[in-house]
């Protein structure tokens, strides 16, 4: 299992992306942007952007393999493919949680049931594409900014952009994570 870690780099780049996420987390606080839309200006928070480094980390360690180690191996690398996934996200929702304490505001939460979704979508993409399914969820932000507001009021199917109390949007989160980790366990054992 110490193998499996280190080849997966989670020694250095698991500690960097917690780090990086509760940083970014912190310091975007309640901000908004206005950015260009196709349905008016719509302000748009900054902690939607936060989870991308996290995400972007965890594919960079999952695609760093030993494919002829792991195909001959006998302990499942799937499972620990899955339980670093599962790990990774709840430490990011761990996170999330400890920023919101400390900021006395709920907004935070939102940072790691986003980190769930996209990281669900990047999970779900994965197992087609490969590496490159890290753009995934970075192209449903864009989508998110570009049609995803009515003024400045999110849309539903947006997930990402929905108030931190939103149970739809927490269940959405839980559902696509949940179906991005059953799509990486079965194809945890190809290279990419």
């Not at 500690?15 to 839309?37: E, G, I, K, N």
């Not at 490159?132 to 400045?152: D, E, H, K």
Request: proline letters at 5%; one cysteine or more; aromatic letters at 8%.
């Amino acid at each position: 299992m110490m193998w499996w870690f280190k080849v997966r780099r989670g020694h250095t780049l698991l500690p960097a992306a917690l780090a990086v996420f509760t940083a970014a987390l912190y310091a975007v606080q309640d901000h908004t942007v206005l950015l260009p839309a196709i349905t008016g200006s719509p302000r748009v928070a900054l902690s939607l952007f936060v989870p991308v480094p996290l995400f972007a980390m965890l594919m960079a360690m999952l695609e760093c393999r030993l494919p002829a180690a792991e195909a001959s191996g006998v302990r499942s690398v799937a499972r620990l493919d899955s339980a670093l996934v599962t790990a990774v996200m709840a430490a990011a929702a761990v996170c999330s949680v400890a920023v919101a304490a400390l900021q006395g505001t709920a907004t935070a939460t939102t940072g790691g049931r986003n980190a769930l979704f996209l990281t669900g979508l990047m999970l779900l993409g994965r197992a087609w594409a490969g590496q490159g399914a890290v753009m995934l969820p970075v192209g449903w932000l864009v989508t998110v900014a570009v049609i995803g507001f009515r003024g400045n009021v999110p849309r539903s199917w947006t997930v990402i952009a929905l108030p931190a109390d939103d149970l739809f949007a927490a269940a959405a989160s839980l559902v696509v994570f949940a179906l991005g980790l059953a799509a990486q366990t079965r194809s945890s054992r190809k290279p990419a």
